[in-house]
Each structure stands twice: as structure tokens, then as C-alpha cells.
């Protein structure tokens, strides 16, 4: 197991103000990511919880012009080309998925998750999170069938407006390309170095690393172990990483791993709820079939506006800098989401 946790802690000194001009010490960390190496910044900044809006006024007014919506759906939604997908759409259980009529990919689209305009994040169930994973997996399978030049999977969800999401009905845009996404590829590269260098696989070692250390593992349901990155992605927001264990391609997920996956899941919306976030982004980046070097694994992190100001989660060190700042410890989330997995 060659996995290097590696920071740099670093100090500042200042006379503060709120201790009467009294020197003080500050710290904050340079972390690097022990898969790509990237480089990112740590510091351990209490920000009070987000306040919840009210969304009232938003939903209504949405569900108004809501093309995902069941009563419209199928005057509004796109369709495939009978010599793709004969159906026109795939439908598993109440999820929906159409091609996106906005593509970032050869073979973009997107899953409606639910029949309902609205959901809190409470009101994910395993069922409804299952439905849109299968919709998405039979979607892959068939893209590989049409066009087998295609080996790049993803999965995003950009859920209400302050993440990215254009609607509000919950949806996640399913990604499928000859050509990955940039970090997509980043993580896929790193992973086979990883294995080539190592003869063993970065995400098991990382996974046993984690858990003897201890500060960094959140838990396990079945077959996906969940951990709280050592580099977040997330300036004020928690971050968490789920893995598929010994499971290289979305293509290959079981029915029992997609249990796992939603009822991990389910937890980890109930933690982000409970901490009055009620907006996120997920991604899942899946390896290529029969590659060793790579498991299928999700990111989840909270998106959300900070008082007084309403503080945006973006600023000029990652939108300019092309480095991610965060303003929580991952340990101290860690800390805080495992008790949802006990």
C-alpha cells in the first residue's frame, strides 16, 4: 500500500481585533489529492448553518412551464431514434429517461427521477434512487450496443437552481462519450498509474488506508464504502465519496450494489438535510469494463448560500486558480455523517 496522505500545514500570524489587537495564530493546509496529486487548501472556519428559504413561490411558479412533469411529458420531452432506442425513451418504474435537448456529450440525456415536481431531500427513497440508476444503466448498455466506440460512462446531478439544475424537477444528466470529461479522464489516468507502479489497486488501498487511519471513514452499506475525501471539493459544504467496491464499469453494477449505492445514499441526504442544505451536485464515474485499475465511485457534495450575505460557494481560487479551498476539515465531517451510518 503505497497511498501518501500529504499536507503541508502553514501559519499566519495577526493581531486580531476580537482579542484586542492580541496576537494570534492562524493555520490552514495544502493538501494534495493521493490519486491525481492536486493540490487544494484546508482550513477549519465554522460558518453558522445555512438558513432554508422559503421555495414555495419558486415551485409553484416552475411547475407551471415544467416539461418533466407527468401530465406533459411526453408532448414536451425529446425522443430517440427508432434505430437507437425503438421505445423512443426508457422508463423504470417512475423514472423517465429522453435525450438532453442541451448535450454535452455524443450520447447526453437525462433521467427524470420522479413523477413528483418537488422532492426535499428526505423524500428520496432507495426505490426512487434505484429506478433512475437502472433507467441509466440500460441506457449505457444500449449506447455501447449502438456505438461500441463509446466506453465513457458518467452520471450527474445538479439538484435546484443554486447547484447548476435549470429545472426543478429532480433529474441527473447521463453522460456517454468516446471522449471523457476532464477530470473523468484525469482520475482514469491516475488510476491506471496507480496500478502499474503498485501492482495493487488505488481505491482498495485507499479504502484500507482510510479505515486504519480512521478519520476519514464514514461507513459501509453493503458492497459501497463511504468516505469523506481527504482533499474536499467543497468550500463550506460537506463532501462525501462513495465506492463501489471490485466493481470496474457502471455497466457492471448488480441490483444488490445499486441497493447498496441508494441506501447509502438516502443516508447521506438525510445528513446534508439535517444540516439545513437542500441543494447538491453528485457525480459517478464509472471505469471502463474489464480494466483493473479502476472502481466505480460517486461524489457528493452540498451546494448552499451562506448568511449574513448569502456567500456564494465559488470563488476566484477555484474559478481562476483552478483550486478547490475548503472551509471545513473532512474529518470534522466525517465526524459528523458517520453517526447516519451506525
Not at 493555520?27 to 472556519?45: A, H, K, W
Not at 435537448?101 to 418537488?118: E, I, N, Q, T
Not at 479522464?185 to 498509474?193: F, P, T, V
Not at 468550500?235 to 465519496?241: A, E, F
Request: hydrophobic share 40%.
Amino acid at each position: 500500500m503505497t497511498i501518501d496522505l500529504k499536507k503541508i500545514k502553514q501559519q499566519i500570524r495577526i493581531l486580531d481585533p476580537r482579542q484586542e489587537f492580541k496576537e494570534a495564530t492562524f493555520e490552514y493546509e495544502i493538501r494534495y489529492d493521493p490519486l491525481t496529486s492536486r493540490q487544494g487548501r484546508v482550513i477549519s472556519y465554522r460558518f453558522s448553518l445555512p438558513e432554508v428559504p422559503d421555495l414555495t413561490e419558486m415551485i409553484e411558479n416552475t411547475q407551471k412551464i415544467c416539461p418533466f412533469c407527468p401530465e406533459v411529458i411526453d408532448k414536451f420531452a425529446a425522443r430517440f431514434p427508432k434505430d437507437f432506442i425503438p421505445e423512443g425513451m426508457i422508463r423504470e418504474g417512475d423514472a423517465t429517461l429522453v435525450p438532453n435537448l442541451m448535450p454535452y456529450s455524443k450520447y447526453g440525456a437525462v433521467v427524470v427521477l420522479s413523477k413528483r415536481h418537488y422532492l426535499r431531500m428526505k423524500d428520496f427513497t432507495e426505490e426512487i434512487i434505484i429506478n433512475a440508476l437502472r433507467a441509466c444503466q440500460e441506457y449505457f448498455k444500449q449506447v455501447k450496443s449502438f456505438d461500441p466506440k463509446v466506453k465513457y460512462f458518467s452520471i450527474g446531478w445538479n439538484y435546484m437552481p443554486i447547484a447548476g439544475g435549470s429545472i426543478v424537477h429532480p433529474h441527473m444528466q447521463v453522460e456517454a462519450d468516446e471522449y471523457p470529461f476532464m477530470y473523468h479522464r484525469d482520475i482514469l489516468q491516475a488510476s491506471e498509474e496507480y496500478y502499474k507502479k503498485n501492482s495493487s489497486i488505488f481505491w482498495e488501498d485507499l479504502i484500507a488506508k482510510e479505515k486504519e487511519i480512521g478519520e476519514r471513514y464514514v461507513g459501509e452499506t453493503g458492497n459501497v464504502t463511504w468516505l469523506a475525501p481527504f482533499l474536499p471539493r467543497g468550500k463550506i459544504m460537506p463532501d462525501i465519496m462513495g465506492i463501489f467496491r471490485d466493481v470496474d464499469s457502471i455497466l457492471n453494477i448488480s441490483e444488490s450494489d445499486l441497493l447498496d449505492f441508494a441506501n447509502g445514499l438516502c443516508r447521506v441526504l438525510h445528513y446534508l438535510s439535517d444540516q439545513n442544505f437542500y441543494s447538491l451536485n453528485i457525480a459517478i464515474y464509472s471505469g471502463i469494463t474489464m480494466e483493473d485499475s479502476f472502481w466505480t465511485n460517486a461524489r457528493i457534495v452540498a451546494r448552499g448560500l451562506f448568511p449574513p450575505a448569502n456567500v456564494s460557494d465559488h470563488d476566484h481560487i477555484q474559478r481562476f486558480n483552478d483550486e478547490f479551498c475548503a472551509c471545513r476539515l473532512p474529518e470534522e465531517i466525517c465526524s459528523e455523517a458517520k453517526v447516519y451510518f451506525n
